[in-house]
Nanobody, 123 residues
């Protein structure tokens, strides 16, 4: 059974940094398109970052967030710097296997999701 488990969320102040982790079990992330999405209260889930052969980031986080992958640890990371109150959300990790090269930005393209980790940024 494939599982994705997010960790690293928490309560921080504006300007602080956090690193989210997404640990996979059951399949290897090196063969998957991986993504991070977030959902704030009362809003729809939105794309944050994705990685396959390369990475891409939403305009709202570009220059502040960085997605990366450690194949040896079967883990994907989201380094979040210069956090803002508007970054407050539940952050989800997602995976799709069998995709060659493409970075997936649409949540409906993913086949496996974690349960999420809460990130709260106070002003």
């Amino acid at each position: 059974q494939v599982q994705l488990v997010e960790s690293g969320g928490g309560l921080v102040q504006a300007g602080d940094s956090l690193r989210l982790s997404c640990a996979a079990s059951g399949r290897t992330v090196s063969m998957a398109a991986m993504g991070w999405f977030r959902q704030a209260p009362g809003k729809e889930r939105e794309f944050v970052a994705a990685i396959n052969w390369s990475g891409d980031h939403a305009d709202a986080v570009k220059g502040r967030f960085t997605i990366s992958r450690d194949n040896a640890k079967n883990t994907v990371y989201l380094q979040m710097n210069s956090l803002k109150p508007e970054d407050t959300a539940v952050y989800y990790c997602a995976a799709k296997w069998g995709v060659i090269a493409a970075v997936l930005k649409n949540e409906y393209e993913y086949e496996c999701w974690g349960r999420g980790t809460q990130v709260t940024v106070s002003s």
